[in-house]
Structures are given as C-alpha cells and as structure tokens.
C-alpha cells in the first residue's frame, strides 16, 4: 500500500489520546514545580530566605555565605518532588536551550550519600567547545562557566523518564563574554531600569524599580506524527520544501477562533497542565489564521522570567505533541502560501507598584510623562529601526514577513488614529482664538488623554511595531526565535532615548525653561524627527522581488555592527564590540547553514526518490501507450494523452535534474557571499515549481509524500 495511503488509514482509525485527568484546579496546581517564596519557607530558615529574597528581586549574585543552606534546601524540596539529577539550564547562541544532567549521587566514606552543594548550585563549568561563539573562543578552548540567575526561579522538569532539577543560568567564556542570550538581556534591564527611574524622577516620581514587562504569545502548527516522518524536507528543514497548494487552505477564513479538535484539545489540555506546574501562567489557547495552526498567551511578566517562560513553553509543545502522536513545527514559514508562525512580544514598564508607564493616567502631568516615556520609544525605533530589524531575521522569518498578513520586516510603528492626532497636535498646535485663556497642557490635548480608551486603538495585523493601548506589540518576531535578542535590542534603545530626553529637558530647566514647558518643547522636536517611521493603515508591502530567491537577512545582520551600534551597547554596558561581532556571526553561520541544509535535502530528494518515482511511472505509461497502439489497428483510438504526459514528465524531470546537479555544486563551491546564497535559494525555489508540478502530474495512488490538504486538515 502506498505509504501515504497507509499513514492516512492510521490517523483515521485512531482515536483520541485521553488528556491527564484533571483533578484539581489550575489555581491549587499552580507552581507546583517552581522554588517560590512559599516553597522557600518551607525549606531555608528564616535568615536564608531573606537574603535568597533580596538577591532575587534585586538581581544580586547570591551571597557565598548563604550558597550552602540554600542548596541544601534545594536538594531537599528537589529529592521530595522525585528529583534524581540537576542541571545549569541556560541559553546559548544556538537560539534554544541547553542542560548537563548531573545526578544527586555521591559517596561519603564509601558510602552512597545525595549531593548538591552550594558551589554546584552557584557555578559549573560546562564544555562550552561545541556552542557557537561567533570567535569569543577557539576550539581547543573548551571552557565556559555557568551561574545561577537567581531573579529567575529554580524550577523542576518532570518528564515522563524522569525528574530533573533546572537552575537557570548565564553563560559565560573563560574570559567573562558573554555566551548567551541571557547575560546580555539582564545588562539591558538594568540599562532601563536606571534610565526610566531618573526620568520619573525628573517628573518628580520616585520609584524603587522599574521593569519592562512582557507578554509572549506563542504559535506554532501540528501535523500527525505519521505525515512528518514521511516528508524528508519537513524533518530535515524544518519546513516543506515543496507542496502544491492545497483546493482549500485558507480561503474560506473559517480557522480563527473555530472550535478545537477533540485531539489538539487533549493535547492543549495537557500542555496547560506542566505548563502551570512549572509556573508558566498560559491564560488563553485557540486555533489561529491557518489550518493546523494554534496559539497559547500566557499572562505578562518579568521580562527575565517571561521569556524563560517562553523557552519552556516551545519545549513543553515539542514533548507533549509527540505524546498526542503530533509533531509541532515551530518554523516561521513550514507551508507556502498560507500564514506562517510568529511570536507576539508585548511590551511595557511596570513600576515596582504596578503602574504601567505606557497607559495614559487620569492626571495632565502623568499624561506628560506618558507621553515623554511613549514618544521617546517611538524615536528610539526611529532612530535605531536597523538594529531593531537585525534581531528579527532568519532564513525561516525572512520567508515570513510580508506574505498572507504578516508585518513586512522593515520597520515602522502603528500608533492609531486618537495618539497620532495627539502626537500631531502637539508638533503643530491648534490655534487658539483670541484672548483664549487655557492650560497649555489642556491646549495640546494632553490633559484629554484619560479619554483614551485601553482598546481604542485599532489592533492592526500588519504593523511590525503596534502600540495597543498600554503597550508595544512586536509582531515581526519569529515562531522559533529565542525573544531575548530583539528584547535585549529594544530595551537598551529606549534607554539610550530615555537618558538623552531627561539630560535635554534638564539642559532647558538649567536655564530657565519650566519642567512643563521643557517637556513639551522636546516632545515636539522628538515628533517632528520621528513622525517618518509612524504609518497608519494597511502594512503590506507591495510584491516586488520574492523573499524566496533574495536574502535580506544577511545584508541586515549588519546592523549589528556598525559604529553607532558598538558604541551605543558599550555606552550601557550591555554588549561588548566583541560580543555584539560575535552574535553577527553567529546568526549569519546559523543563516548559511540552514540554506545549505535545504540544498542538501532537496539534493537527495530529487536523485533518490523523485527520479525514481517518474522513472516508474513513465515505464507504467509506456506499457499502456503500447497497449493502445496495438488496439489502434482493430479501432481508431489515439494514445495522445499519454504522450503529452511523457513528454511533460521528461522534460520536468530533465530541469529538476539540473536543478538538483546546479544545487549540489553550488552547496559544495558556494563562497558564503550573499550572491552564493542567493544561487541557492534561486535553485531551491525553482526546483519546488518542479516539484510541485510532478505532483499534479503522478498518480494519487502513486505519490508517497504527504499532501498539504492531509497534513494541514487531517488529525
């Protein structure tokens, strides 16, 4: 039977996996897994768990004094909850996670004793020689430290084969650069932190600390398990490599929203379930714009913790897809022609009380200082848009952006209608009448701000920087991207903003000017400069050269490192020249390989499969073209059909045997010049016209790969 026929019978015929039962409610589950301040009173005396307490919520390292208990108390929590290892849970510049399992195991006089120390719990020293490094160490310099981030909670991995203990980490090299995501992320909070406090502190607000909150929503689609392991593109890439359009994809709009497969239920409900034990607050799932494609968005957090979160979340959909016979596909592009996957970053300032700096108060002079923290984001991306694109590219985002209502991947900021009237307002006044006598603030339209309803800003899909009320919405970023970069990237901007608009409204208080008056004027000189970068309306670009044959992620990736960027982040010591080249590299190595890899899989495809597959079906038209010839001397019938069919298959298979001949040579010679790369994302897109026209072509009985109308519509 064919083997795609076979797969569909299977998928068919099985019934649903049962979710795990449900017993108690979200609420009493709800960290279960997680070392929180309840938790730590249970295990660490009262001494201990204050300054466990202080070191985490001031982001301190922890105390040596205190490494011991508090390892101790680790231990024994992680043993009661069935812990039988630990691991440093950290975030190199592969773009996911990385964790050494060490087990518990140790011997005291010969005999066999559990162990966790407070040095095991502070710092290992992992082989960091298999990472990239983007040139930050040679080869043969092996070493690398991890250290706890104790301002993000321990937390317990409970698989179905075993129970581990996860300390999450940064990563560094034996020189003290940073080899990971997260050392650099934490630098840029406390950039931002620094430089919101003194700006509130000008507007006569005192605060102890200022966070930038974030909100992750993450999507991703499900293809059965079955389908997957019979497409070599699919698993080897990450995304089909050919496919003709489905009759129906997403034309009939009828996905979003819809009612959830029984089978992708039992998988969501699973998935809620280890998500909130380990302390992730997922508060809303549902089907997204493509068919197979899902969404889950947990609730806003530490940015820290959030997209510690957020890396959880994307391993927690892989393990739990394959127990639900799925497998999930977190590329940004896996099906063409239909939406592709994003990762939504909602963005904010949260005082340590709770009050967002970026929603509009019910007061004049909180509405300056919204306005001063809001206008100074929107020139900081104006100003910085290059860097802020750099973060966001990928050999799968770069097939994304701008296709089927994705945000385009140059930047621009959506701010609707109401603020951009305000902003436009207060670059060119209204004109008063005259012997008016009014409140300049009131005059600008900044006291009338309270009016501004949370959510009368329009939500628009294709913007790649939104504001949305009470907060910015990046929604350029990628499925499959670790958030930590384009976070990193934005709050060190906006801190950089924030200390040149405080210093220049001082500059302009010292001589004379009023607070008010000094505001506003550099409100308007900040809105005339940056009003370029704000559009309102459809984001869509018009189509020009194809994202599929160009490479743009290259020519941006150079943002990175460019003057103004190294001396921007060593200005706020949150990147070295070093560490910034590093990370350049890094992604465009990630880039080549990630193009070579799809050469080289459609490489094998055409020569061992597809070559023999037409070779086949050509033999079985021959035979039957010679049948009907032999039929045509008893009566006048015409093997014309068949014969149009030949002479189709040849001359396809003739051109995707050169495509395939061009592709290899091209993969082996190409010198990793964007004109190289360009060759072979030329070849690859051109070989899938090809493709996709043997698939019209052959059989339905005889085509043994997965169709796009099965892996996105049957499960």
């Given at each position: 039977?064919?083997?795609?026929?076979?797969?569909?019978?299977?998928?068919?015929?099985?019934?649903?996996?049962?979710?795990?039962?449900?017993?108690?409610?979200?609420?009493?589950?709800?960290?279960?897994?997680?070392?929180?301040?309840?938790?730590?009173?249970?295990?660490?005396?009262?001494?201990?768990?204050?300054?466990?307490?202080?070191?985490?919520?001031?982001?301190?390292?922890?105390?040596?004094?205190?490494?011991?208990?508090?390892?101790?108390?680790?231990?024994?929590?992680?043993?009661?909850?069935?812990?039988?290892?630990?691991?440093?849970?950290?975030?190199?510049?592969?773009?996911?996670?990385?964790?050494?399992?060490?087990?518990?195991?140790?011997?005291?006089?010969?005999?066999?004793?559990?162990?966790?120390?407070?040095?095991?719990?502070?710092?290992?020293?992992?082989?960091?020689?298999?990472?990239?490094?983007?040139?930050?160490?040679?080869?043969?310099?092996?070493?690398?430290?991890?250290?706890?981030?104790?301002?993000?909670?321990?937390?317990?991995?409970?698989?179905?084969?075993?129970?581990?203990?996860?300390?999450?980490?940064?990563?560094?090299?034996?020189?003290?650069?940073?080899?990971?995501?997260?050392?650099?992320?934490?630098?840029?909070?406390?950039?931002?932190?620094q430089a919101a406090l003194e700006?509130?502190?000008?507007?006569?607000?005192?605060?102890?600390?200022?966070?930038?909150?974030?909100?992750?929503?993450?999507?991703?689609?499900?293809?059965?398990?079955?389908?997957?392991?019979?497409?070599?593109?699919?698993?080897?890439?990450?995304?089909?490599?050919?496919?003709?359009?489905?009759?129906?994809?997403?034309?009939?709009?009828?996905?979003?929203?819809?009612?959830?497969?029984?089978?992708?239920?039992?998988?969501?409900?699973?998935?809620?379930?280890?998500?909130?034990?380990?302390?992730?607050?997922?508060?809303?799932?549902?089907?997204?714009?493509?068919?197979?494609?899902?969404?889950?968005?947990?609730?806003?957090?530490?940015?820290?913790?959030?997209?510690?979160?957020?890396?959880?979340?994307?391993?927690?959909?892989?393990?739990?897809?394959?127990?639900?016979?799925?497998?999930?596909?977190?590329?940004?592009?896996?099906?063409?022609?239909?939406?592709?996957?994003?990762?939504?970053?909602?963005?904010?300032?949260?005082?340590?009380?709770?009050?967002?700096?970026?929603?509009?108060?019910?007061?004049?002079?909180?509405?300056?200082?919204?306005?001063?923290?809001?206008?100074?984001?929107?020139?900081?991306?104006?100003?910085?848009?290059?860097?802020?694109?750099?973060?966001?590219?990928?050999?799968?985002?770069?097939?994304?952006?701008?296709?089927?209502?994705?945000?385009?991947?140059?930047?621009?900021?959506?701010?609707?209608?109401?603020?951009?009237?305000?902003?436009?307002?207060?670059?060119?006044?209204?004109?008063?009448?005259?012997?008016?006598?009014?409140?300049?603030?009131?005059?600008?339209?900044?006291?009338?701000?309270?009016?501004?309803?949370?959510?009368?800003?329009?939500?628009?899909?294709?913007?790649?920087?939104?504001?949305?009320?009470?907060?910015?919405?990046?929604?350029?970023?990628?499925?499959?991207?670790?958030?930590?970069?384009?976070?990193?990237?934005?709050?060190?901007?906006?801190?950089?903003?924030?200390?040149?608009?405080?210093?220049?409204?001082?500059?302009?208080?010292?001589?004379?000017?009023?607070?008010?008056?000094?505001?506003?004027?550099?409100?308007?000189e900040y809105i005339a400069e940056?009003?370029?970068?704000?559009?309102?309306?459809?984001?869509?670009?018009?189509?020009?050269?194809?994202?599929?044959?160009?490479?743009?992620?290259?020519?941006?990736?150079?943002?990175?490192?460019?003057?103004?960027?190294?001396?921007?982040?060593?200005?706020?010591?949150?990147?070295?020249?070093?560490?910034?080249?590093?990370?350049?590299?890094?992604?465009?190595?990630?880039?080549?390989?990630?193009?070579?890899?799809?050469?080289?899989?459609?490489?094998?495809?055409?020569?061992?499969?597809?070559?023999?597959?037409?070779?086949?079906?050509?033999?079985?038209?021959?035979?039957?073209?010679?049948?009907?010839?032999?039929?045509?001397?008893?009566?006048?019938?015409?093997?014309?059909?068949?014969?149009?069919?030949?002479?189709?298959?040849?001359?396809?298979?003739?051109?995707?045997?050169?495509?395939?001949?061009?592709?290899?040579?091209?993969?082996?010679?190409?010198?990793?010049?964007e004109d190289g790369i360009e060759?072979?994302?030329?070849?690859?897109?051109?070989?899938?016209?090809?493709?996709?026209?043997?698939?019209?072509?052959?059989?339905?009985?005889?085509?043994?790969?997965?169709?796009?109308?099965?892996?996105?519509?049957?499960?």
């Amino acid at each position: 039977m064919n083997p795609r026929y076979k797969a569909t019978e299977y998928i068919l015929n099985r019934k649903a996996a049962s979710p795990s039962k449900v017993e108690k409610r979200a609420a009493e589950i709800f960290g279960e897994n997680v070392f929180h301040k309840a938790v730590m009173r249970r295990y660490l005396s009262d001494s201990v768990y204050q300054a466990l307490t202080r070191a985490m919520e001031n982001g301190e390292v922890l105390d040596k004094n205190i490494a011991s208990p508090v390892a101790e108390g680790i231990k024994a929590w992680a043993i009661d909850k069935g812990a039988t290892h630990f691991t440093h849970w950290f975030q190199p510049l592969t773009g996911r996670t990385a964790e050494k399992h060490q087990s518990f195991l140790d011997f005291f006089e010969g005999e066999a004793i559990d162990k966790f120390s407070g040095t095991e719990l502070s710092q290992q020293k992992p082989d960091a020689s298999a990472f990239p490094s983007g040139g930050l160490r040679t080869t043969f310099e092996a070493r690398g430290y991890t250290a706890w981030d104790s301002s993000s909670p321990v937390f317990i991995l409970d698989t179905t084969f075993g129970t581990t203990l996860c300390i999450p980490t940064i990563f560094v090299s034996y020189t003290g650069q940073s080899l990971d995501y997260k050392m650099p992320l934490l630098r840029s909070i406390s950039a931002i932190n620094q430089a919101a406090l003194e700006l509130c502190e000008l507007f006569g607000q005192k605060h102890q600390k200022i966070t930038p909150s974030l909100g992750l929503e993450q999507e991703y689609f499900l293809v059965d398990k079955q389908y997957y392991f019979l497409r070599p593109d699919l698993y080897q890439s990450g995304r089909t490599l050919f496919g003709a359009p489905a009759a129906r994809g997403q034309h009939m709009h009828d996905q979003y929203f819809a009612a959830i497969p029984e089978r992708v239920y039992a998988f969501m409900n699973d998935l809620e379930w280890e998500a909130h034990r380990m302390g992730i607050p997922l508060k809303t799932r549902h089907n997204e714009m493509a068919p197979g494609q899902f969404e889950c968005v947990p609730i806003y957090e530490n940015m820290n913790v959030a997209i510690d979160h957020g890396l959880m979340i994307m391993d927690l959909i892989d393990r739990i897809a394959h127990k639900h016979e799925f497998v999930a596909l977190l590329h940004e592009k896996p099906f063409e022609g239909i939406s592709g996957s994003s990762k939504h970053n909602n963005w904010s300032l949260m005082t340590e009380s709770g009050r967002n700096l970026l929603a509009p108060g019910s007061k004049p002079e909180e509405n300056l200082l919204f306005l001063s923290f809001f206008v100074s984001v929107i020139r900081s991306v104006w100003q910085y848009a290059p860097l802020l694109e750099a973060s966001l590219m990928s050999a799968g985002n770069e097939k994304r952006l701008g296709k089927q209502d994705a945000p385009p991947m140059d930047m621009s900021i959506f701010v609707g209608r109401q603020l951009n009237k305000v902003l436009n307002d207060i670059e060119n006044p209204p004109r008063r009448k005259k012997n008016e006598q009014t409140d300049q603030l009131m005059h600008l339209g900044i006291a009338s701000i309270p009016e501004l309803l949370l959510d009368n800003t329009d939500n628009n899909r294709t913007s790649p920087f939104a504001f949305t009320g009470d907060k910015f919405e990046i929604r350029a970023v990628g499925a499959s991207s670790n958030s930590s970069l384009v976070m990193t990237i934005l709050n060190t901007i906006v801190a950089d903003q924030l200390f040149d608009f405080r210093a220049r409204v001082q500059g302009k208080m010292n001589r004379g000017r009023p607070l008010e008056a000094a505001a506003v004027d550099m409100l308007r000189e900040y809105i005339a400069e940056s009003k370029g970068i704000r559009r309102e309306g459809d984001y869509m670009p018009a189509e020009t050269k194809s994202a599929d044959t160009a490479s743009p992620t290259l020519r941006k990736l150079r943002a990175l490192t460019t003057f103004d960027s190294i001396k921007l982040f060593k200005l706020h010591k949150v990147m070295t020249e070093e560490e910034l080249t590093a990370r350049q590299t890094v992604l465009e190595e990630k880039y080549h390989r990630q193009v070579e890899v799809e050469a080289m899989a459609l490489v094998d495809l055409v020569q061992t499969q597809l070559i023999p597959l037409v070779h086949s079906y050509q033999d079985s038209l021959i035979t039957l073209l010679e049948k009907k010839q032999r039929l045509n001397s008893l009566k006048n019938v015409k093997g014309r059909l068949e014969e149009q069919t030949l002479l189709q298959l040849e001359e396809i298979l003739t051109a995707l045997h050169e495509k395939a001949i061009l592709l290899h040579q091209d993969q082996e010679t190409q010198n990793r010049e964007e004109d190289g790369i360009e060759s072979l994302l030329t070849l690859i897109a051109e070989a899938r016209v090809f493709i996709d026209q043997l698939e019209g072509l052959i059989p339905d009985e005889l085509w043994p790969f997965p169709k796009y109308r099965e892996m996105l519509f049957l499960r």
